[in-house]
């Protein structure tokens, strides 16, 4: 069975600190990992993709892929107070299709 | 930006109903797949369409499911008996031939 594991939170942290947030896979096929942010009630919304290993920035937001560990992760520095929602790690976990898997999604709450 | 569009955004039927879910993917895009996502759970793959068939789908995509592009831009879900157990929030998504997929604004079904 694939998955993606997330730790459900809540995370909370204070505004204008950095937010980690992590993921794991279990198949080692996985080629793209994706990260979205969801809002109560909305749907999800596409913050960055990362499919090499290392880091992959864009504006606040860092990417991280490990693949040896199976591990993916989202920093987000200068967190802000609309950045609390909730962010989910997708994996593409085949090549026909490119079906994403997604895990739980972390609660991320931000206090000014 | 383009968007990928869904109507309706709520319907509700009763159990044992056929409903259509409506989406319009973005106009360039070629792969095009169906979530859903149940209140407070993961969201879940459904099925992947491309060159005008189903390229993939998962355990839940049973016969009660199919999917259509009956025209250049529409994409539709239908959902041939409905049970209490498919109401949720039902998702759209398209992509390019690149990695990332966008998602819709929704459908959320409630079988009473």
């Known amino acids: 069975q694939k998955e993606v594991e997330q730790n459900s939170g809540p995370l909370s942290v204070p505004e204008g600190a950095i937010a980690s947030l992590n993921c794991t896979y279990s198949d080692r096929g996985s080629q793209s990992f994706f990260w979205y942010r969801q809002y109560s009630g909305k749907s999800p919304e596409l913050i960055m993709f990362?499919?090499?290993?290392g880091d992959k920035e864009d504006g606040r937001f860092t990417a991280q892929l490990n693949k040896a560990s199976q591990y993916v992760s989202l920093l987000i520095r200068d967190s802000q107070p609309s950045d609390s929602a909730t962010y989910l790690c997708a994996a593409e976990v085949s090549q026909a299709g490119t079906a994403l898997i997604f895990g739980k999604g972390t609660t991320l709450s931000v206090s000014s | 930006e383009p968007e990928v569009t869904q109507t309706p955004s709520h319907q509700v039927t009763q159990m044992g109903q056929e409903v259509i879910l409506r989406c319009v993917p973005i106009s360039n895009h070629l792969y095009f797949y169906w979530y859903r996502q149940i209140l407070g759970q993961k969201v879940e793959f459904l099925v992947s369409?491309?060159?005008?068939?189903?390229?993939?789908k998962s355990e839940i995509f049973d016969d009660q499911f199919s999917v259509e592009r009956p025209d250049g831009s529409n994409f539709t879900l239908k959902i041939r008996s409905t049970k209490l157990e498919d109401s949720a929030m039902y998702f759209c998504?398209?992509?390019?031939?690149?990695?990332?997929?966008?998602f819709g604004p929704g459908t959320r079904l409630t079988v009473t």
């Open positions: 998504a398209s992509r390019t031939s690149a990695d990332e997929q966008y």
């Open positions: 990362i499919y090499s290993n």
């Open positions: 369409f491309y060159n005008n068939e189903i390229s993939e």
